[in-house]
């Protein structure tokens, strides 16, 4: 039986995983992505990166007792922008030196076996659709949203990645749910990512907590503001769960737009399941059942709905296993290079 | 060479035209869809229906000088929902005796050709991208809004209709654009429907010239109004281009958040195109132009568009065109079942 290899790069770890051909993860490896010993922005250099990936990749082969001849193929998982066929990270955020990178064909090279570059947002929710919250069979239609940092998105459309015609699908972060809404780091304004996105919802709740001495008062987070200047996403969700009131009314506001992100999910690609993930998705029970309920209150009266919003279930594993399902994905219909190039 | 028919319902008029291969419209007939000599709603009584689109389709292929032999297969776009892979209408608001009607087979067997049923706006989109706006053969990702009475929208993906998992993919008009805005029939508040359909348009004019003497005084529309009690989209339009200020505001809001919707389009799944069709269309390039303003004002700063927003070229026919053509691709891929079934 064939193994696949994942790997999912990160800013700050590049992680490397074996799965059998049923999506089970063997071995999972997380090293840092930049080079200890070299200093500055070289320490991420595509080269050194990509050196530590295939490193990575040995290791997790090796830690499962496994040959690089038991893995029949490896997904990359990137973040940034990439052209996903030519296997190129045209540009990264998080990885400032990253321009026009091959990496897909290094990382062949390197590891001498087939491989495939995929998004990273993409590669989760694949990995969600196969082994996670929508492993069931009779789910072949699925959308994730990763609340983070920022807001990310993956179609799975009929069982497969949809990538768009330029790769820039699923950017659900900047479709805008508030016109005239606050301006996002991207130039536009009202971007979902400034609404329901972890570090926008704590950005919410800080500046009220500044402008008001009432609010600061009343609200059970005013202590905490008081001594660290901030609070975060997962202080509102812990307060609003505890039933302060302003900590619910921002609490609420995410969720009453995120719900309205997935009504316009639901009208515009009509999935069996919405999935959430990244950071906020810790906030568990309190988070799906806020959003579900804004979901249903917000939704249409024609019929009832036919998608499910369900927690991610792989967490952090998401991307791994992911990038190994595309690529045991395409190395079934043959769709991959021959190692090394 | 093989041709194909395409039928398309509407509430009003039963459509049937022939195309050849390349989707050349050869003949093209139009027949109302109720039976004039019955009485009330059994006029469009599904049986009474379906026996009329078959006379069409009989009609459009004596007319283009051709047999029943030489049509490969047929194509039947309808309102309403549906549940397509089994070819059943299982509701349709312009057709009120239509529930669970078997469309499909039914057709199939009063033409003896082997039948598929597809969305109409889907079928228009495929019309567009087949040999429209998106004829060039290097576009396989395409977005039409059909902005008319109501918002319709149909997706091309890699060539392919988007149906999503239950049928309801591209229901544009129903994504919400403004949080707590008007309500919609649907039962939703501020879908893209209730501001950037033509009708809604129009009402939204006459209601402000309804609600201002001043606005009636000093707007070119207020004779209008004045007379008949209402403006149409049309009439925005026209005293828009014309320079009435009050029209041009009008006119900018329906645009403006048009272009909000075509850069969620995008974010989304990333077309290489958007076509703009139905009844709004009309004002062809005051609308593109407008619209296509606002899309690149409003467009994020990380990188330029690649989308291009067009017109429909192909106006009423598109819905014939592009059911002959999705008949012409599941009869090339052998996906129909044989006449009669």
């Given at each position: 039986m064939p193994y696949y290899l994942g790997l999912d790069l990160g800013g700050t770890n590049v992680k490397a995983g074996v799965t059998d051909g049923q999506g089970k993860l063997l071995t999972h490896v997380s090293i840092p992505t930049a080079d200890a010993t070299i200093k500055g922005r070289a320490s991420l250099a595509p080269k050194i990166v990509i050196r530590r990936m295939v490193d990575a990749g040995r290791q997790a082969i090796a830690k499962a007792g496994l040959?690089?001849?038991?893995?029949a193929a490896t997904g990359v998982a990137s973040p940034g922008q990439a052209s996903l066929a030519k296997g190129v990270v045209l540009r990264s955020a998080n990885l400032?030196?990253?321009?026009?990178?091959?990496i897909r064909a290094a990382v062949s090279r390197g590891l001498n076996l087939p491989a495939i570059l995929e998004n990273d947002a993409n590669a989760a929710a694949y990995g969600e659709w196969w082994v996670g919250a929508g492993k069931s069979r009779r789910i072949d239609h699925l959308f994730m949203f990763t609340l983070g940092t920022g807001v990310g998105g993956g179609i799975i459309h009929e069982g497969k990645v949809v990538h768009g015609a330029s790769d820039f699908?699923?950017?659900?972060?900047?479709?805008?749910?508030?016109?005239?809404g606050d301006p996002c780091g991207c130039g536009q304004r009202g971007c979902l990512e400034t609404y329901c996105s972890a570090s926008y919802t704590g950005k919410r709740a800080s500046r009220q907590l500044a402008g008001s001495t009432k609010v600061r008062k009343q609200s059970t987070l005013g202590p905490i503001f008081a001594q660290t200047g901030a609070v975060t996403a997962a202080d509102v969700a812990h307060h609003a769960e505890a039933g302060d009131a302003f900590a619910l009314t921002i609490w609420n506001q995410t969720c009453r737009l995120l719900a309205i992100a997935c009504i316009n999910v639901c009208h515009f690609i009509d999935p069996q399941m919405i999935v959430l993930a990244g950071g906020m998705s810790q906030a568990g029970a309190f988070l799906l059942q806020t959003v579900d309920r804004h979901f249903r209150e917000n939704w249409w009266k024609m019929t009832p709905p036919t998608s499910t919003i369900a927690l991610a279930r792989l967490g952090n594993d998401a991307g791994v296993i992911g990038a190994a399902g595309v690529a045991k994905r395409a190395h079934e219909q043959g769709q991959l290079p021959p190692a090394g190039k």
């Open positions: 040959q690089l001849s038991d893995i400032p030196l990253w321009e026009n990178v091959r699908a699923a950017e659900i972060g900047h479709t805008i749910v508030v016109p005239d």
